[in-house]
């Protein structure tokens, strides 16, 4: 399967692993296709590969924080059209049951990307979407200002 045209977030826990995709993609695609924001913990090496050109933007994100989940899913809402998510198919395969529901719960289009002999293959992940808090495909994920508008009294708006 091929991605198409539009923003997708790679989910980096493996930063080689991340990198070595991001490069082939890059080769393997038209410049048009080169959207891909990435959120992970060692901030260090997403924002060389920012400053690389591999990626279009990069989010601090601790995978395993629900907290951080959360303000990730409203930064991509607010700065963002994510189209879908793409894990590391080891990472994706090894993370336990509340990992899994975090990682679920970010997309409704999630993808598992393998690496093999030829490249690297997408394949659409079939476990259930769960919509909530830490989607970045929904209203759900609402961004400051829409929090503030929904607090502010109507007397004054």
Known sequence: MEIKTASYLLIDIDNEFSHSFIKHYINSNDPAKKDIVIAGANTQKLVKMMFDELVKDYCYCDIENEISISELASYLHEHHNIQGVLFNQTDYLLADDTQRFI???????????????????????????????????????????????????EYEK
């Open 103 to 153: 990682y679920n719960s970010l997309h409704e289009k999630r993808y598992m990307v393998i690496q093999t002999e030829q490249g690297y293959e997408i394949k659409p992940i079939k476990d259930e979407c769960h919509s909530n808090h830490l989607s970045c495909d929904t209203d759900i994920a609402q961004t400051a200002q829409e929090l503030t508008e929904l607090l502010t009294p």
